[in-house]
Nanobody, 124 residues
Framework: VQLQASGGGLVQAGGSLRLSCAAS????????MGWFRQAPGKEREFVAA????????DYADSVKGRFTISRDSAKNTVYLQMNSLKPEDTAVYYC??????????????????WGQGTLVTVSS
């Protein structure tokens, strides 16, 4: 499975961005997809995840009510709509896929394929 993330950029605090992650290859083997982020000097952290088949979702507490994860099965694409962005949301955002059926997880080791990352910068 190959993952291509896009949509990052520079936005002012309070603004919005939508990230996309296009999956290709053995997409039929994907059970869940997720978004993680890594800020400078910090560890990678979970943002959101979605079950590819049923659409169940999970979010980190820090983004609940502001971010929405969704998927378009026909396009093999998962999205992360980010609203009310804050400077602390600044990070490289990575999409990831679980093809081993770990369940709707929030740990990095529950995802076995990763995209290249897209930078989101939120100015104050």
């Amino acid at each position: 499975v190959q993952l291509q993330a896009s949509g990052g950029g520079l936005v002012q605090a309070g603004g919005s961005l939508r990230l996309s992650c296009a999956a290709s290859g053995r997409t039929f083997s994907v059970y869940d997809m997720g978004w993680f982020r890594q800020a400078p000097g910090k560890e990678r952290e979970f943002v959101a995840a979605i079950n590819w088949g049923g659409g169940s979702t999970d979010y980190a507490d820090s983004v609940k009510g502001r971010f929405t994860i969704s998927r378009d099965s026909a396009k093999n694409t998962v999205y992360l709509q980010m609203n009310s962005l804050k400077p602390e949301d600044t990070a490289v955002y990575y999409c990831a896929a679980d093809t081993l059926d770990y369940g709707l997880g929030s740990r990095s080791d529950e995802f076995d394929y990763w995209g290249q990352g897209t930078l989101v910068t939120v100015s104050s």
